[in-house]
T-cell receptor
Framework: KAGVTQTPRYLIKTRGQQVTLSCSPI?????VSWYQQTPGQGLQFLFE???????NKGNFPGRFSGRQFSNSRSEMNVSTLELGDSALYLC????????????FGPGTRLLVL | GQQLNQSPQSMFIQEGEDVSMNCTSS?????WLWYKQDPGEGPVLLIA?????ELTSNGRLTAQFGITRKDSFLNISASIPSDVGIYFC???????????FGAGTILRVKS
């Protein structure tokens, strides 16, 4: 079974721009969760999508948004990028919920200049 | 919310040595998960524990679910250079809807 895939793997943007990251979960998994990882803050939960609906949300500003498609693929969007948004963005999938064992993708490394 | 405290924060050991790290909480967890993250990659699930007292091995790795359900331990025997990375423990929130992650233990191996 193929694992979780994320595209792109690396991205460089400038302040004020917006960015869209993509995640394809493991086949059959319906829940996709997104995390931001920075050296000082560890893994911070952004949100979870299940059946095309946002089911859980972490403490991030509204500039961070996401969506999920009918095939369970998910996208995450960050608008009006700030320098502090530079991080590794990880997507994880599970069968039916973010409380379950999650399987992570390789991440997208975003650098904001 | 529930928190997971991992110790030590980092370790620098000699190749061939055994490694022990742990994860503790002030509240009960019903599942303990251990992940390893290689530099620049996403965390990979190593071991999942579902029952208090459970001891599970995966090659040179052994993890235990503490009998109080408030802690878990991960041991690595005979460390090798590819063991380098960050080890995270995680568990589902008791009254919430997501996994809680520890801050991680950074392992460096000197060959």
């Amino acid at each position: 079974k193929a694992g979780v895939t994320q595209t792109p793997r690396y991205l460089i943007k400038t302040r004020g721009q917006q960015v869209t990251l993509s995640c394809s979960p493991i086949s059959g998994h319906r829940s996709v969760s997104w995390y931001q990882q920075t050296p000082g803050q560890g893994l911070q939960f952004l949100f979870e999508y299940f059946s095309e609906t946002q089911r859980n949300k972490g403490n991030f500003p509204g500039r961070f948004s996401g969506r999920q498609f009918s095939n369970s693929r998910s996208e995450m969007n960050v608008s009006t990028l700030e320098l502090g948004d530079s991080a590794l963005y990880l997507c994880a999938s599970s069968l039916s919920g973010s409380r379950e064992t999650q399987y992570f993708g390789p991440g997208t490394r975003l650098l904001v200049l | 919310g529930q928190q997971l405290n991992q110790s030590p924060q980092s370790m620098f050991i000699q190749e061939g040595e055994d490694v022990s790290m742990n994860c503790t909480s002030s509240s009960i967890f019903n599942t303990w998960l251990w992940y390893k993250q290689d530099p620049g990659e996403g965390p990979v699930l190593l071991i999942a524990l579902y029952k208090a007292g459970e001891l599970t091995s995966n090659g040179r790795l052994t993890a235990q679910f503490g009998i109080t359900r408030k802690d878990s331990f991960l041991n690595i025997s005979a460390s090798i250079p590819s063991d380098v990375g960050i080890y995270f423990c995680a568990g589902p929130e008791r009254y919430g809807n997501k996994l809680v992650f520890g801050a991680g233990t950074i392992l460096r191996v000197k060959s």
